[in-house]
């Protein structure tokens, strides 16, 4: 059984940096997509980022409010992913999941609904 389990998140001022971590168990996760979605209060869960499996290349994938700003990555030997985030607004507050999906490659048509494993989440807020 896969576990996700999300950290990192916390407080900062708008213009500052956090980097969220997904850390895996169960099962290793090179091959495996994974990415990040975000829920703000009354919003629908949105996609944020994604990396597909070694297999279909460590492809990466941004949501547009993300691009330039965010950058996913995945640390192989520790079966973690990350979200480096940087030029943080108020507007990414939000809890951040992390999800993964039984295959390789990432199909971005695939809605939040169909995403096999899910991370707890973390909240991050961003002060103006």
């Known amino acids: 059984q896969v576990q996700l389990v999300e950290s990192g998140g916390g407080l900062v001022q708008a213009g500052g940096s956090l980097r969220l971590s997904c850390a895996a168990s169960?099962?290793?996760?090179?091959?495996?997509?994974m990415g990040w979605f975000r829920q703000a209060p009354e919003k629908e869960r949105e996609f944020v980022a994604a990396?597909?499996?070694?297999?279909?290349?460590?492809?990466?994938y941004y949501a547009d409010s993300a691009k330039g700003r965010f950058t996913i990555a995945r640390d192989v030997p520790k079966n973690t992913m990350y979200l480096q985030m940087n030029s943080l607004k108020p507007e990414d507050t939000a809890v951040y999941y992390c999800?993964?999906?039984?295959?390789?490659?990432?199909?971005?048509?695939?809605?939040?609904?169909?995403?096999?494993?899910w991370g707890q989440g973390t909240q991050v807020t961003v002060s103006s």
């Open positions: 999800a993964a999906d039984r295959t390789t490659a990432w199909d971005i048509s695939r809605s939040q609904y169909e995403r096999d494993y």
């Open positions: 990396i597909s499996g070694a297999w279909s290349g460590g492809s990466t």
């Open positions: 169960g099962r290793r996760m090179s091959n495996y997509a």
